[in-house]
């Protein structure tokens, strides 16, 4: 009888168990991946940011004369006095009435000699250019006697405010420059009554434009507050 093949002994089960991770190992891969998304956000941050942050350097740093005003800032301001006004029609108001807009001033006698014609002429070019902002800026000529304006001037001023005032009285609140007449210049009065900017004497058209551009910083900076029409 051939003999009987040997059953195996029997084999104890083996189980594997497959290590865990560890909690610290788990916190530091988390925290790994935190970082790591942290600074692509941060990168994809100042790319996006990266004109704004080129503008602000442009202005602040490389050319700080951009931010210079042609025009004079007057310091401390002056309110609008409660001067008597009389209009080319005869009627009476009062210059503090005038609150509420942007004034654009100029002072000459009704006579109007070249540089009175040609101050009138920047403000109405200062005015057109302004664009849908206009409307918050109000052109005034200030009339220092009582002599008669010639219809051709009227007719070439449309939308001025020429109103009449005592030149004494208007001599306690404008002042020109050192060695100048009161005539000579283009003030700025804003909303809120005071004056607060003197232009340089006799404004040549090369110049006119940084007029302007004085403007057109003030009224961006008001836009919160200001608001068109008196």
Not at 65 to 83: F, H, K, N, V
Not at 102 to 114: E, G, K, Q, Y
Not at 127 to 139: M, N, T
Not at 182 to 198: E, K, N, Q
Request: charged content about 25%.
């Amino acid at each position: 009888m051939p003999p009987q093949p040997v059953p195996d002994k029997p084999q104890a089960l083996g189980l594997t168990v497959y290590d865990l991770p560890q909690p610290e190992a788990v916190a530091q891969a988390d925290g790994n991946r935190n970082w790591s998304g942290r600074w692509r956000m941060l990168a994809l941050l100042l790319v996006c940011a990266s004109p704004v942050i080129a503008s602000y350097v442009t202005y602040y740093l490389i050319r700080p004369e951009a931010r210079r005003s042609y025009g004079e800032l007057i310091e401390p301001q002056r309110d609008l006095p409660a001067l008597a006004t009389t209009d080319l029609e005869g009627r009476v108001a009062s210059l503090n009435d005038l609150k509420g807009q942007w004034l654009l001033i100029s002072v000459a006698p009704a006579a109007c000699d070249a540089d009175c014609e040609k101050n009138l002429y920047f403000q109405r070019q200062i005015h057109a250019g302004l664009g849908k902002e206009r409307d918050k800026v109000d052109r005034v000529w200030l009339i220092t006697d009582a002599t008669e304006v010639s219809p051709a001037l009227r007719a070439s001023i449309p939308g001025f405010l020429n109103l009449r005032v005592d030149p004494q009285g208007l001599g306690q609140w404008l002042a020109p420059q050192a060695g100048q007449d009161l005539s000579a210049h283009l003030y700025l009065v804003d909303p809120m009554g005071r004056w607060m900017m003197r232009f340089p004497p006799r404004l040549a058209a090369e110049n006119a434009p940084k007029l302007k551009r004085d403007l057109d910083r003030l009224i961006r900076a008001a836009t919160s507050w200001d608001l068109p029409g008196r």
